[in-house]
């Protein structure tokens, strides 16, 4: 494929996990976050392996740890107040450092670092490894309502047409000597905002002309059905399987 | 006129339209193009040029007089095989094309006509290769310069095999390597084309025949050289050449 297709996430390779079928690994993914979020946050060592597990497919797919880890930024925002959980939890509490923490909460910020981290880091490896339009296809191909599979692919297409109109936007804005500085400059940003709202409100009106002019009825037609063999089925579902056994033997042991 | 006995390719008689606003657009208009013709369609803005062309596949209609393509009349009844006829290719092609990759919108068109598997790839890439846009097949469409996209916005009527070509301003925004090689593409072509343009110098060079829309109507038929020497005709419709363009000296 043309490198055109990259996005940031997305790392051009040729490894068995990307070419591996968007819906198996979609499934794989989806599976593997099931699991991980019904292991019991006690059974500390399940994670462990699970991260093992994670790593394994990276190695697989050959994405540097650098690569994977910088990815993994993108929770910090989401996991900010999990570092709050062991100061305003209640019930018991230890001593830590000269902090009084709660075990409770300290317990809480465990169970959603961990089972956020290993969430993001299999969504970074999928996204690493899968480009978005072959995502696309593999949610249409997993049954997602051919709507939803229209808008997403819209929004891919049309999403940096919209930006370049937002920055030439910006631009004559500031050619004009104007520049947000605060809060009376919102009414200005505010008009802005509506500006490009109607204008792509527009555009997509034009758009769907195009579309009627070249025939469509309101379905988009499947050109390219993706299939995936047993094998392939069975590779991507191997990441699940392991993790479930993980899973079973957390909550027994 | 030559080409009398030649099917017509478009045939529009009659045709008035009002917006819902109760707007006029046109008032009338006649129209013959014969089978392989190349006309350019001048007029002001605001003359209805635009409504007359969404006419031709009926994504307008309702007003009064007929139009045909090919001998069918455009109707609700045969509008799929109107839309696979007559083949709209939009002023900014980033209307035009809004699948993913440059294979899937050429693909578009015809799949909706039923096309599918190695019919359909077949299309492809005989409609590419026809805008020497082949190596390109799986590019974003927004990774591709203005030339390049308007040259695929070809290709995705192309590959519905129209019988009719309408172009809505198709040298604007292009640079003139690029606006020289569309005008390549267009004439190695053997579709009839209509072309909507205020770009007068490229009508001349593509078009034999050009006609005027103003205030709603035909207000003028001619070869296209003559049209342009009619300095009256051309200032009436507010029509203007570029300065320093004498339609007479480019004559071939």
């Known amino acids: ?253 | 006129m030559e080409g009398v006995t030649a099917p017509l390719s478009l045939e529009v008689s009659k045709l008035a339209f009002a917006y819902p606003d109760g707007h006029q657009a046109l008032f009338g208009v006649d129209l013959a193009l014969a089978a392989g013709e190349r006309v350019a369609l001048l007029g002001p803005n605001g003359a209805g040029k635009t409504t007359l062309v969404l006419h031709l596949n009926g994504i307008l209609g309702g007003g009064h007089g007929t139009v045909r393509v090919a001998g069918l009349p455009v109707d609700r009844g045969n509008m799929a095989e109107i839309r696979r006829r007559v083949g709209i290719v939009f002023q900014d092609p980033d209307d035009q094309l809004f699948m993913p990759t440059v294979r899937e919108d050429v693909a578009f068109g015809p799949a909706n006509a039923g096309l599918r598997g190695a019919a359909l790839e077949e299309r492809v890439r005989e409609a590419l290769e026809r805008v020497g846009m082949t190596a390109y097949a799986d590019r974003p469409p927004h990774h591709l310069s203005f030339g390049q996209r308007r040259r695929v916005a070809v290709a995705t009527v192309l590959a519905m095999r129209p019988e009719i070509l309408v172009l809505d301003e198709p040298s604007s925004n292009l640079d003139p390597a690029s606006r020289r090689e569309l005008a390549d593409i267009l004439r190695s072509l053997d579709v009839t084309v209509l072309m909507v343009t205020h770009d007068l110098p490229y009508a001349l060079e593509l078009c034999p025949r050009a006609v005027i829309l103003s205030e709603g109507v035909i207000a003028a038929d001619a070869p296209t050289a003559e049209l342009l020497a009619d300095q009256e005709l051309m200032a009436s419709h507010r029509l203007e050449l570029p300065f320093g363009f004498d339609p007479g000296s480019t004559r071939r």
């Not at chain 1, 317990?107 to 956020?116: H, R, S, T, Y």
């Not at chain 1, 593999?138 to 919209?162: D, H, K, N, T």
């Not at chain 1, 936007?169 to 500085?181: D, I, K, Q, W, Y």
Request: glycine content about 8%; overall charge positive.
């Open chain 1, 1 to 253: 494929m043309g490198a055109g297709h990259s996005h940031k996430l997305y790392r051009h390779g040729h490894s068995v996990v990307h070419r591996l079928p968007a819906h198996c690994k979609l499934a794989a993914v989806f599976c593997f976050v099931l699991v991980v979020v019904s292991t019991p946050r006690t059974a500390m060592w399940a994670f462990a392996l699970y991260a093992a597990l994670l790593g394994a497919v990276a190695a697989a797919a050959r994405v540097p740890a650098g690569f994977l880890a910088k990815r993994l930024l993108i929770e910090v925002p989401f996991v900010a107040f999990a570092v709050l959980l062991p100061f305003v939890a209640e019930g018991e509490r230890v001593d830590v450092l000269g902090l009084s923490l709660s075990v409770n909460g300290l317990w809480g910020a465990w169970n959603v670092l961990a089972k956020g981290t290993l969430g993001v880091a299999a969504s970074v490896l999928l996204a690493a490894t899968t480009e978005l339009r072959e995502v696309l296809l593999g949610l249409q191909r997993l049954g997602l309502p051919s709507l939803l599979v229209q808008i997403a692919a819209f929004m891919l297409r049309y999403g940096e047409v919209i930006t370049d109109e937002m920055r030439r936007m910006r631009l004559a804005r500031l050619s004009r000597g104007f520049e947000a500085r605060g809060v009376r400059h919102w009414g200005v940003l505010a008009k802005s905002a509506g500006a490009l709202f109607i204008r792509s409100y527009e555009r997509g009106e034009r758009v769907h002309l195009a579309m009627l002019s070249r025939g469509y009825t309101g379905a988009m037609p499947v050109i390219d059905r993706i299939t995936a063999s047993r094998a392939q089925w069975s590779y991507a579902l191997a990441l699940p399987a392991l993790a479930l056994v993980v899973c079973v033997l957390g909550w027994t042991l």
